[in-house]
Nanobody, 117 residues
């Protein structure tokens, strides 16, 4: 069955770094655009970063551009989110998302990122 399994979340101090991973299985990973979303308590889920199924045309929310980097390894069926210079306002549950050109969408279960001193 389809699975998206996030890992790498945790507690980090402001200014620190984390790298999230999302391992995919059960579908043809290379045909799907991959994205990271996040949802903070009391707020709507928001798009953080996205990467197409092929090529290097990544996109970022204004709030993370220059600090976060999304990448993918199609050989490993994995997408990553490198997060640097973390701020308390980056605290949220981070979700992995897969979407193909037909609109078929899958979600992971989420991983908690907490930025606090």
């Amino acid at each position: 069955q389809v699975q998206l399994v996030e890992s790498g979340g945790g507690l980090v101090q402001p200014g620190g770094s984390l790298r999230l991973s999302c391992a995919a299985s059960g579908f043809t990973f290379s045909r799907y655009a991959m994205s990271w979303y996040r949802q903070a308590p009391g707020k709507e889920r928001e798009l953080v970063a996205t990467i197409p199924n092929a090529g290097s045309s990544t996109g970022y929310a204004d709030s993370v551009r220059g600090r976060f980097t999304i990448s993918r390894d199609n050989a490993k069926n994995t997408v990553y989110l490198q997060m640097n210079s973390l701020k308390p306002e980056d605290t949220a549950v981070y979700y992995c998302n897969a979407r193909d050109r037909f609109g078929t969408t899958y979600w992971g279960q989420g991983t908690q990122v907490t930025v606090s001193s």
